[in-house]
DNA sequence: GGTACGTGATGAAACGTTTCAATCATCAGG
DNA sequence: CCTGATGATTGAAACGTTTCATCACGTACC
């Protein structure tokens, strides 16, 4: 159907060779032929079937990504720094969702290794499935996104949590707040577990009250829940620290549907700075991941490893986080 | 590198075709041999290549999806729209970002007219570009997303502006508002224009006033300014009716941050309803699209095109739009 | 005039599948 | 025992590239 190398070869009346040499090494061709050859290709409107050039070539120019769940910022930003360098090294990204599903990203990386990818991100969704690890003993690079595995020897990109929530330790209790609750996705989670070790370390010492509130999910709505009751009930703290942003806008609503000043009458501190922290009612104080900077460094190690294999070195990198203070925590 | 084909039939000692029969017709093949082959699969960790598979074939299983920006929420339940039924119906989907820009949706539309994708999903940059066109020309079938060309013979699927326009008009003129503000990014999106256009219809012929407030970009940032603005000023519109939640927000923020009750003291409105308008301080009314549902209906035409294109007949859908009415235009 | 060399162009092989006509084995029916 | 039919298996061709050894043709040099 779609024109060929060979149909261009003929229409420009030169050898099929001599057509794919236009194409590659333009150089090694006479300036005539070149012409020709072009003008057929134009003419034709011949597009080059990379899956026929990339089995002839063995390897495709193909990163694989997948990642828990687009619909976060986080995970988008880092989407997109991961982009910015493949494309700018020549690689072409394919992007896939698994949704935390284990089968969703089963099924993803069984279609990146039949497409030959040339090397994989990923955020697995449990701890190293049989196919990942399948895929990586075949010989096909691989990155570990926000996830650091001792046990496997690749590459990883992670940031470290337990920092994170000692900033955020240092800074409310550097406020004077003594009583802080701390609202969290289910703690089984790895980063809501990590932070809440950070915060612990951070008042270690210190006369300082910490409650945990632990709710089902990382999502708004949640948060205000947790709050509604957590106002409701006895504790009264000073100042509520959550797992993420999203939690703390349900816990920003809370307080302003029940005539709460956000900072004043309660300090709010969430994380991961995501865009609309900054846009909220109360512009949120958040603890900021580098997020397109994990997508770039990952990039570059994965490209790193596909194009030098021989002299690469695995590395596990670890960032750290970085405070954003705003309206939200603002001492008067 | 990796085991082939024939390298699983000499350790099954069965030949080639035999093998591939295995793969695509199972029951071809007697128990027996299959048994035999399915285990030389197994111990070689075999993974068929499909890029010789479908360049045998001559066709792909797998779709294109060019959007403008994946960050957007709108744009993002549209993908996961077209995700669902794309899988479901056994076809894979490569998304790209074109992030707004000619460039790069020219590269991509390069990038994966050369990896043969079986059709395309794309919300051009532009008018309807050169690549895009000699694309369909070329016979990949495409179906425009949000956007809808009538000079173009293909496929569309859109949501109807003016329509939300008017929804907006009519909830706040009903709401007993006679001055009501705009706020709108750049005239030249259709899409801010229509709403507008929807708008005006609603109160033609009534005794209503409506502000029009242009502001450079639909960020939450500028709705802000632009609220501070409008405050200040002598207007003092009761309702304010946004282009998008992201400019609601930054209204709302203006107004919690100068004492301002919503609804009581301002109403208001946005479009979109995107995650964050249920969960803002103070929740948000919001005009929603059916994103979900555009997505899956613009890829159950796209796949029906690519399956049976002789009996295929182009379709332009026009969705309309929803009104949700949340806390920001509650009337007492 | 013969040799060596350089530049372009050529043609065939190979990549890993799928498909399909051809072959082979087996067996039922006459 | 032969014929046909059925079912399983085979082998070769084809898809569209890239690569590489080969070849044709001048040109420069001795």
Redesign the pocket.
Known sequence: ?????????ERA?????????????P????????EVVLAAIAELG????????Q????TSRSLGLIVLDLANPFFHDIARGIEDVATELGYALVLCNSDEQAAREDRYLQLLEEQRVRGMLITPVGPMSERLDALRRRGTPTVLVDRHDPRVDCCSVAVDDVAGGELAGEHLVGAGHRRIAYVTGPLSLRQCKDRLTGLRRAVAGLDVTIDVIEVPALKARHGYEAARELFDGGGRPTAVFCANDLLALGVLRAAVSTGRRVPEDIALLGYDDIEFAADAAVPLSSVRQPTLHIGRTAARLLVEECDHPESHSHQQIMFRPELVVRESTRVA
Do not use: H
């Open positions: 159907m779609a024109p060929s190398i060979k149909d261009v070869a009346g030169v050898s099929l060779g001599t057509v794919s040499n236009v194409l590659n090494r150089d090694k061709v006479s300036e005539a032929t070149r011949f597009v080059r079937n990379s899956q026929a050039a089995l002839r070539a063995g």
